[in-house]
Structures are given as structure tokens and as C-alpha cells.
């Protein structure tokens, strides 16, 4: 599934119910729920997403679970993420929605390299329950090259959860993850909701080396992008590569409600 947008839905975005399905050049904007959202065991791929959410209804740009009666029910959600943008909406212009980042929970599994997450009111990434604070102390949740800027805060600090977890999220994120790094991205505009630019500026620390990206596999799905987040710098998409560019332009719609 390629170049998708769903633009303000009341529920969420973009939903995987198990399964295999791989998805890249995706867009959620202004949705009222999860801009993303798995669950039930969803093993697929995935590159090139953005969330931008509205302040007015919204709450996680991910929301990922296992299965809510058995956390540890195999096939356990474990999907493949390269190269995303998640756009919170920080202010209180359009209200005081747009909740969490990234909150995994209910065991899932996940491996989410280069990736963006600005923006939200609540934190940035939070994990939930014993069954994924387990998966994620055998190496089963994989952060690496990820970018958490102006979030409130950027990680959670609860182990309240009983039994408690062996490390906090914000722990797992600074001390047992990779490249995970808390600085301005350098994104153009991606909180403008009528004419968003998602690019990277010049210099932007997305794309500067400040945080090493990881080149995805050469598996006939991922492209070799080299940059943190959704896009590159380039002023125009290219034909052969348009995830160098604003491959947002021409085929979407950012039309208020």
C-alpha cells in the first residue's frame, strides 16, 4: 500500500489488525483519534509516515499493541519502521488535545529506526505494561537513530506498574537504545496545518550527521534513505526517489474542516 492520506477522521488514521501488510509514502493529518495504530499480532513493514496532528481531537501518533487479553499471544506485533514523522500539535491555539508520541503497550514488539517525534503535550515515548517492559528487556523493541524534540515531556519517567518494571521508558530510550537523542530536528514547518513543510532545513541535525541514521535493508520494499525522519532536503521530489522531496505535493489535501 503507497501514497495513502487520511485527512480528519474521527477515529484512527491508519489501523493494522494482524497480518503482513507493508506501507510506505503515508499521511494522517487532523486525526481525531490514533494517527497510527496496531495491533493483534501485525508483522509488516513500513517507511516514509507522517502524523500531523490538530490540537482541537487527537491522541497518539502511535498507539501499538499486542493483544489486550493475552500480551503475550503469538504472532506478537512486531513491525519494521524506517524513516517517520510524528507531528504533535504543542500549543493551545487549536486546544489542549495530542497526547503521546509513541506509546507501545500490551506486549507488542517493534523495531522504529529513523524517525522524528515533535510536538506532543504528554510524552513523547511511553511504554506500558509488564508483558512489553519484558519484550523490551530480551531486545524485542528496537529504537535506533530517533530524534524526540519539544515533547512534555520528550520520555516517561512512571515505573509505577505493579510488578514494577525493570527501567523506566525514558531509561530503555537514553541507556539501552541507540542513537536516541533529544534535539531540534530542524524540520521547516511542520506545525503550519494549511501548508505544512516537513523537509528538513539547511543544516537540520536530521540530516547533518548530528544523529546517524541507519541505512534499511535492501529487501525490495525499504528505499536506501539517508536521513532521519520522512523526507530529505531536496526542493523537488525525484521521479526515481521521492522520498528526497516534498512527496507530499501534488496529490494531497491539508483544506481545513
Given amino acids: 500500500v503507497e501514497f495513502v492520506q487520511v485527512h480528519f477522521n474521527q477515529d484512527d488514521g491508519i489501523e493494522f489488525f494482524g497480518g503482513t501488510v507493508d506501507v510506505k509514502y503515508a499521511v494522517c493529518t487532523g486525526i481525531a483519534d490514533d494517527s497510527f495504530d496496531w495491533t493483534d499480532g501485525w508483522t509488516g513493514r513500513g517507511q516514509f509516515w507522517i502524523a500531523q496532528q490538530h490540537g482541537d481531537d487527537a491522541d ?3 498507539e ?3 493483544n489486550a487479553e493475552n500480551n503475550d499471544l503469538t504472532p506478537r506485533s512486531n513491525p519494521k519502521l524506517f524513516n517517520l ?4 500539535a504543542p500549543t493551545l491555539a487549536q486546544g489542549d488535545e495530542s ?10 514488539a517493534a523495531k522504529i529506526r529513523n524517525t522524528i517525534v515533535t510536538g506532543f503535550k504528554e510524552e513523547g515515548l511511553e511504554i506500558d505494561d509488564p ?6 528487556s530480551r531486545g524485542g523493541i528496537v529504537l535506533q537513530s530517533m530524534i524526540f524534540f519539544n515533547n512534555q515531556p520528550n520520555f516517561s519517567t512512571d515505573s509505577s506498574e505493579s510488578p514494577a518494571p525493570p527501567f523506566t521508558t525514558q531509561q ?3 541507556q539501552m537504545s541507540r542513537d536516541v537523542v533529544v534535539t531540534n530536528p530542524g524540520l521547516r514547518d511542520p506545525y503550519d496545518i494549511v501548508t ?3 523537509r528538513p532545513g539547511p543544516d537540520a541535525n536530521a540530516t547533518n ?6 541505512l534499511p535493508p535492501n529487501d525490495g520494499f525499504f528505499e536506501p534513505a539517508r536521513f532521519i525522519g520522512a523526507m530529505g532536503q531536496a526542493q523537488t521530489a525525484d521521479p526515481d526517489n521521492p522520498y528526497l522531496g516534498n512527496w507530499v505535493a501534488g496529490w494531497t489535501s491539508f483544506e481545513p474542516r
Fill in 131 to 136: 508483558a512489553t517492559f519484558g519484550v523490551a
Fill in 172 to 174: 530503555f530510550a537514553t
Fill in 85 to 88: 514523522t510524528l507531528i504533535g
Fill in 99 to 108: 497526547d503521546k508520541g509513541i506509546l507501545l503497550r500490551e506486549g507488542t
Fill in 196 to 198: 505544512p513543510d516537513f
Fill in 209 to 214: 550527521g548530528t544523529v546517524p541514521f541507519v
Fill in 64 to 66: 501499538a499493541d499486542n
Fill in 60 to 62: 497518539q501518533g502511535i
